[in-house]
């Protein structure tokens, strides 16, 4: 007779079978219910919904919402798929967020479908999906599938949103007016439609954004058709909506927000002190401080560390070779003290009048890679870590911010050096350098620990002091980052950082 274990091992062979292509979520007729029933109790699987399940990581613990969020969009496109095969698409609005570089796991998503039932499905952690029964189904043409997700292709979506998405979503629209190659993108679905108040709203947009031959075509094209256009600005005053250099939806998503963020900061941020006159003096203090740094940063992480073992790793009598080489905690502090030595090192060059951003181009991913040597080294982790940019989706536990894929990272990096090299500020290039980079989550690992690296070498860069943040205050600092990535508010960070900046 088979032990446990091995029956075990038998569900998981079936499991990973169907993970071969990536695949997180199931449709529980795809296992038997055997296979099934072990999977959910030995914590490999997760229930969704009813008839739906998802795969986990067994250390998972009671209440983290990552797997769920991780798997949110494709748990829309296989129950979608399933339910409706190719006849449904997602809400205009949605299909805009997404083509505007938004894939944070909203609260309810609304899809549309000939044969949905206007029902509501309740979701895990407070999400929905409804689905609003449409016989308009949409040409073809208009439509367009990504990773499984049908929806409107960017052009029409604009055609499809109301009015009041440009006011309460500007980074999105304007990332989506600076997508739109050409005016006959958006002609074709205005014209089928005889649409002549969509038109005048976006030809005002375009003329808004500073393209106003696009604008000119669509009053030309529809005034020949016959409708009497009259434009109408859908943005807000004061909004900044210039078109964007073309770029993947993540990088123009980046410096669209950027530039809506940085006012908000300057508001909530003291002013720069300026670089100091007593160089050695602050960096003494920064050589002063990194036992607090290193305690709190790896702690926020979830490293077990001490401050004992910290004083040990730098003071050298720490063992990497010995008793130490198979402490996780300890290779971590190890591979911190590297890295915090040669940011440490970068801010004494920017306190000489190096430019902070330049370096922090050239620097960061030799930060990062002193920060996992050690763990490399020992065989922790694989040497990959050293490679540099990730290569596979990651997520940020408890976030319903989904990171862009890794297809984007190198642009949107690119990006967001781009955007610290023109900032005038140092309180802007320190709050949003930090968000950006969370934002981005470049690396497999390790994206906090150098988002804070990343923010006090800005903040010297204006004479403000090494900034700490605590791990007791961790729940409110990850909140905060949320808001700004998931709500598209910088205030609780802006707000977080100076106080701390500030004591």
């Known amino acids: 007779m088979a032990t446990a274990r091995e029956r075990l091992a038998s569900s998981l062979e079936i499991l990973e079978e169907l993970q071969r292509d990536g695949r997180r979520v199931f449709h529980t007729t795809e296992l038997t219910r055997v296979h099934r029933d072990r999977l959910l109790a030995n914590g490999f699987l997760q229930r969704a919904t009813p008839g739906w399940v998802i795969s986990i990581n067994p250390s998972v613990r009671p209440g983290d919402s990552t797997p769920w969020y991780s798997a949110f969009w494709e748990f829309c496109a296989s129950y979608c798929g399933r339910r409706f095969g190719k006849r449904w698409w997602l809400s205009a609005e949605q299909s805009a967020l997404l083509h505007g570089g938004n894939t944070a796991v909203p609260e309810q998503v609304v899809i549309h479908a000939p044969e949905a039932a206007n029902n509501r499905l309740e979701l895990p952690f407070g999400t929905s999906l409804f689905d609003v029964r449409d016989p308009r189904e949409p040409p073809a043409t208009n439509v367009e599938?990504?990773?499984?997700?049908?929806?409107?292709?960017?052009?029409?979506?604009?055609?499809?949103?109301s009015a009041?998405?440009?006011?309460?979503?500007?980074?999105?629209?304007?990332?989506?007016?600076?997508?739109?190659?050409?005016?006959?993108?958006?002609?074709?679905?205005?014209?089928?439609?005889?649409?002549?108040?969509?038109?005048?709203?976006?030809?005002?947009?375009?003329?808004?954004?500073?393209?106003?031959?696009?604008?000119?075509?669509?009053?030309?094209?529809?005034?020949?058709?016959?409708?009497?256009?009259?434009?109408?600005?859908?943005?807000?005053?004061?909004?900044?909506?210039?078109?964007?250099?073309?770029?993947?939806?993540?990088?123009?998503?980046?410096?669209?927000?950027?530039?809506?963020?940085?006012?908000?900061?300057?508001?909530?941020?003291?002013?720069?002190?300026?670089?100091?006159?007593?160089?050695?003096?602050?960096?003494?203090?920064?050589?002063?401080?990194?036992?607090?740094?290193?305690?709190?940063?790896?702690?926020?992480?979830?490293?077990?560390?001490?401050?004992?073992?910290?004083?040990?790793?730098?003071?050298?009598?720490?063992?990497?070779?010995?008793?130490?080489?198979?402490h996780r905690d300890a290779l971590a502090a190890f591979g911190y003290w590297r890295a915090f030595r040669?940011?440490?090192?970068?801010?004494?060059?920017?306190?000489?009048?190096?430019?902070?951003?330049?370096?922090?181009?050239?620097?960061?991913?030799?930060?990062?890679?002193?920060?996992f040597a050690p763990t490399v080294t020992a065989g922790i982790v694989p040497p990959r870590e050293l490679a540099g940019y990730r290569s596979q989706p990651v997520y940020i536990r408890g976030s319903r911010h989904v990171p862009p894929r890794a297809g984007a990272v190198v642009d949107a990096m690119e990006a967001l050096f781009d955007l610290l090299e023109r900032e005038p500020e140092p309180a802007v290039r320190a709050v949003l350098g930090h968000w950006a980079l969370g934002y981005v989550h470049p690396w497999p690992d390790g994206n906090g620990r150098m988002a804070r690296f990343l923010m006090n070498l800005m903040l010297a860069s204006g004479g403000y002091p090494w900034t700490v943040i605590r791990v007791g205050h961790r729940a409110e600092y990850m909140a905060a980052l949320d808001a700004a990535s998931s709500g598209q508010r910088i205030e609780p960070f802006a707000g977080f950082l100076a106080h701390r900046v500030g004591r």
């Open 145 to 161: 599938e990504r990773d499984g997700l049908r929806m409107f292709a960017a052009g029409v979506a604009l055609t499809r949103v």
């Open 342 to 371: 040669r940011v440490r090192d970068g801010v004494a060059r920017v306190l000489a009048g190096q430019a902070a951003a330049g370096l922090a181009r050239d620097e960061h991913q030799e930060w990062h890679r002193e920060l």
């Open 164 to 326: 009041a998405f440009f006011r309460s979503r500007p980074a999105e629209a304007r990332v989506l007016l600076s997508r739109v190659r050409d005016a006959s993108e958006v002609l074709a679905p205005l014209l089928d439609g005889g649409r002549s108040v969509v038109a005048g709203r976006l030809a005002a947009a375009f003329r808004r954004s500073q393209r106003p031959v696009v604008a000119d075509e669509i009053i030309r094209a529809m005034r020949a058709a016959g409708h009497v256009v009259r434009e109408t600005d859908p943005f807000a005053p004061g909004t900044e909506v210039s078109v964007l250099p073309m770029a993947n939806p993540t990088a123009l998503r980046l410096r669209a927000l950027w530039e809506r963020f940085r006012v908000p900061v300057l508001d909530l941020f003291p002013p720069a002190p300026g670089l100091p006159r007593d160089r050695e003096r602050f960096l003494a203090r920064v050589d002063d401080i990194f036992r607090t740094d290193a305690y709190h940063s790896l702690s926020i992480e979830g490293y077990q560390v001490s401050p004992e073992l910290i004083d040990r790793v730098r003071s050298g009598e720490w063992d990497p070779e010995g008793t130490d080489r198979d």
